[in-house]
């Protein structure tokens, strides 16, 4: 089993713990992502590993479900609307727990997969290993809108922050691809103060442009959870700057990050 099955398995843990620490009322609240619910994201979630599952036991049933997914958004279902409809309006600890079981069968399908296998998906293609972080990278940034709803500080970041943080780098390109912007030349270098003291760096030999400081900042800024402006990361550099006002670690049509300070922890 590679790695990354397991941090994922941690990180859904942990999101779990925090869904337990939920009240009934809790889950029809409007958090600041979108105003999406507690139900609205671990729906949202739910469905993206329904995907992922059926991408690592067979891609021609993965086909079949993103077009039936596609053809009701044309329709005129919003994302959330989608969920809603597919779940038939689960909500609550019973989707906490049908969430989870889904997740679990991911994980073992995708741990007896070769390292080497890719698998399909609604962006670009993916090695196993990628797949798998997206779903981790999913997981944890979605969790920061219902830690900020409780008014509550996650827990300490741990060393599987760095695939999030590995995914942001890699994304770099596609996220001016997606939005059929011409990719920079330049890559901006990248060093994060980490868990337990560490330094992750990438793109040592960039000077020019470089974003430095602390790790779970910038896995908030690539994730969209937080707006640059509203971190202590320091940002060099005019292609950084750009970068940080079209950064996307994720799948799907051009997202625009955050306003400055729109997503913070809520004052209770």
């Not at 869904?19 to 994201?41: E, M, V």
């Not at 901006?188 to 337990?196: G, I, N, T």
């Not at 896995?219 to 509203?230: G, I, K, L, M, S």
Request: charged share 25%; proline share 6%.
């Amino acid at each position: 089993m590679i790695q990354q099955v397991d941090d994922l398995l941690a990180e859904a843990a942990e999101f779990d713990r925090l869904l337990a620490a939920l009240g009934d009322d809790d889950w029809s609240r409007a958090t600041q992502f979108k105003a999406w619910t507690a139900d609205d994201i671990v729906r949202h979630l739910h469905v993206g590993d329904t995907m992922a599952l059926a991408s690592a036991r067979d891609p021609a049933a993965f086909a079949a479900l993103m077009a039936d997914i596609q053809a009701r958004r044309q329709a005129g279902l919003s994302r959330v609307e989608e969920a809603r409809e597919r779940l038939g309006g689960l909500g609550g600890p019973l989707l906490r727990a049908r969430w989870r079981q889904t997740l679990e069968q991911l994980c073992d399908v995708l741990g007896k997969l070769p390292p080497d296998a890719r698998l399909k998906w609604s962006g670009p293609d993916m090695g196993v290993r990628m797949f798998t972080t997206a779903r981790q990278m999913e997981t944890w940034s979605h969790a920061q809108a219902i830690y900020d709803l409780l008014g509550i500080d996650r827990p300490a970041a741990q060393p599987r922050l760095r695939n999030i943080a590995e995914m942001g780098v890699r994304t770099f390109g596609w996220a001016y691809r997606n939005r059929g912007l011409a990719v920079p030349a330049t890559v901006p270098s990248v060093r994060l103060d980490a868990p337990a003291g560490e330094r992750w760096e990438w793109l040592q030999s960039s000077t020019n442009d470089a974003i430095e400081g602390d790790a779970v900042a910038f896995c908030q800024v690539v994730t969209q959870t937080r707006n640059v402006a509203d971190t202590t990361l320091t940002v060099r550099g005019e292609t950084a700057r750009h970068w940080m006002t079209v950064v996307q670690c994720f799948a799907g049509p051009p997202e625009t990050p955050p306003a400055p300070g729109t997503r913070a922890k809520s004052r209770r």
